[in-house]
């Protein structure tokens, strides 16, 4: 089983021609909306791949609300711990896409950030179940620290988005960054070669291994002293929205079938790209099905 801590957001979707810049105002597209949030689109991405998933986190009293718990139900995910909070609306993310599929995104958390470590342990009979336990930084840091020590297995943290200040949980065994994400961590600058972001996940402590996801140049992977490099699948990406997700959400699916890292961040890298070449976050992760045929394609 996958345990998944985390948040749920309604993703409010423009196409742009170009991401502002400050004090511009640029006209959109037709607006669209999909149910999302980092943890709830990697828990879908985990079940879309056959993974036995049960969720932890928090809702407003909003029809939002309904909107994300049912669509994460009806992807197979147990919805039993996700909560209702009084007075507060559900997460929202504001999403701007430009003709390249790049994204700017703006989150206001709004339930969210109302998830207690209190909420965690009475989640502590299927944390503790779970072969792995996938957190994220867009719920309290206190959820995250709970969840963690409550795991029964493998921890699989993913430090997005970057926010300053986060503290990581101390027990993680597995650390996936991106390069903003992995500065952040490490308090450098963002890497740009292969060198660089090896020299900058040296830094880091305290996880059992990292990868470090490249977006169109793959992923680094680094165990104990050795080191990894496998590049992205050659696809045309339209939209990267939920991509990391994508990533994480197979990620966990593969370890928790006892995958070796190696294999697991290929299978993952391959169900990271075909998300890409869709719209949306949950929309866009495959299915198991596709994932696979995609692999034998370009074996």
């Not at 090896?198 to 996880?207: M, P, V």
């Not at 006892?258 to 070449?277: F, H, K, N, V």
Request: hydrophobic fraction near 45%.
């Amino acid at each position: 089983m996958i345990a998944v801590v985390g948040s749920l957001n309604l993703d409010l979707i423009v196409p742009v021609p170009h991401h502002p810049v400050p004090g511009e105002t640029v006209l959109g597209g037709d607006i669209v909306q999909h149910p999302g949030g980092k943890g709830a689109n990697q828990a879908v991405a985990a079940a879309r791949l056959g993974g036995d998933v049960a969720f932890v986190g928090r809702v407003g009293d909003d029809d939002a609300a309904d909107v994300l718990v049912g669509a994460a139900r009806a992807q197979g995910v147990d919805t039993t711990h996700i909560l209702r909070t009084e007075s507060v609306p559900t997460g929202r993310a504001l999403i701007a896409v430009n003709p390249d599929g790049e994204n700017s995104i703006i989150v206001s958390p709004g339930a969210n950030s109302r998830l207690t470590a209190a909420d965690c342990e009475k989640a502590a009979s299927p944390l503790a179940a779970a072969k792995v336990t996938v957190l994220q930084q867009e719920v309290p840091d206190a959820a995250n620290h709970a969840a963690a020590r409550l795991a029964g297995g493998l921890v699989l943290y993913n430090p997005a988005p970057a926010v300053e200040g986060a503290v990581p949980p101390s027990k993680v065994d597995l650390l996936v960054p991106n390069r903003t994400e992995l500065a952040a961590l490490t308090d450098t600058p963002e890497a740009r070669t292969v060198d660089e972001i090896i020299a900058a996940a040296r830094k880091l402590t305290g996880a059992g291994a990292v990868v470090v996801t490249l977006g169109g140049d793959g992923v680094l992977l680094l165990e104990g002293t050795s080191s990894l490099h496998i590049p992205a699948f050659r696809v045309t990406p339209t939209d990267t929205t939920g991509a990391g997700d994508s990533f994480c959400g197979a990620l966990a699916v593969a370890l928790a079938e006892d995958r070796t890292l190696e294999q697991a961040a290929r299978w993952a890298c391959a169900a990271a790209a075909i998300s890409t070449t869709r719209t949306g976050a949950q929309p866009s992760a495959p299915s198991r099905d596709e994932v696979e045929e995609f692999l034998t394609a370009r074996s």
